[in-house]
């Protein structure tokens, strides 16, 4: 079974940064273009943004210039590079494909940005 599992979330300071990781396994990652989730608490969940085959990356407005989405194929593994961080940023974070596959989701990391 497909099963991605998320890491590095933490506390961090308004500006401050952090680098999520997403391991995948029971697939082979480099087949399909994979993307950042996140859902703050009582929100829906969005697209934060995605990473194609060639390593091509695309963003939401609201984050694009300070996350920085990276893939490694040979380790199963694709990651979040966050920085400048606001509050508005806190969420649980989630990787799955573009778009996603419903039966994928993990349990996500928190990320909660406050001073």
């Known amino acids: 079974q497909v099963q991605f599992v998320e890491s590095g979330g933490g506390l961090v300071q308004p500006g401050g940064s952090l680098r999520l990781s997403c391991t995948a396994s029971?697939?082979?990652?480099?087949?399909?273009?994979m993307a950042w989730y996140r859902q703050g608490s009582g929100k829906e969940r969005e697209w934060v943004g995605g990473?194609?085959?060639?390593?091509?990356?695309d963003y939401a407005e609201s984050v694009k210039g300070r996350f920085t989405i990276s893939r490694d194929n040979a380790k199963n593994m694709v990651y979040l590079q966050m920085s400048s961080l606001k509050p508005e940023d806190t969420a649980v974070y989630y990787c799955?494909?573009?778009?996603?596959?419903?039966?994928?989701w993990g349990q996500g990391t928190q990320v909660t940005v406050s001073s």
């Open positions: 799955n494909t573009r778009p996603y596959t419903t039966n994928y």
């Open positions: 029971g697939m082979r990652l480099r087949l399909f273009k």
């Open positions: 990473i194609t085959g060639t390593d091509t990356t």
